[in-house]
């Protein structure tokens, strides 16, 4: 009889374990919140296809961000700056100013909202294309970029 009970509280014991660690994984704040986001932002309806942004000619990654700096707080212009030095030199067959554009597109500014990724993409999701033509020489850039990996 005490060793079926000894048996039941180990039992008791291994539940009680698995339910809290089940319960501490389900709040966890470890969820990575922008794929919530851009999953929940979603448009609801197909978008015309983006056109323009082929035909322009993109000089460095401070000539791609002039049309959209307006757009954000004055810690852009420190954002492409720390983007450039981490891709002095790219060994990915990248230029500094490609990777470097993929690199700003990728970091997560200290106010979520105020990120480029996030600017940008709420800007993708907008049937109104006129409102990417800022975006325009930026696009050329990362996207030649994105094409250029393998």
Known sequence: MFV???HKIR???YTKEK????ELMAMSNN???RYISSVR?????M???ISGYEQEIVKSLDDACEPIKH???DQLKDYITI???NSISPNDGLTSDESASIHLYTVEWNVHENSLYMLLNNTLRVADRNKLRPWFKYLKLVLTAYHKLP
């Open 4 to 6: 079926v009970y000894k």
């Open 11 to 13: 039992e008791f014991i």
């Open 19 to 22: 339910k809290r660690t089940l």
């Open 31 to 33: 969820i990575n919140q």
């Open 41 to 45: 932002d979603e448009p609801k309806k």
């Open 47 to 49: 978008l015309l296809p």
């Open 71 to 73: 757009l954000f707080d």
């Open 83 to 85: 983007a450039k030095m």
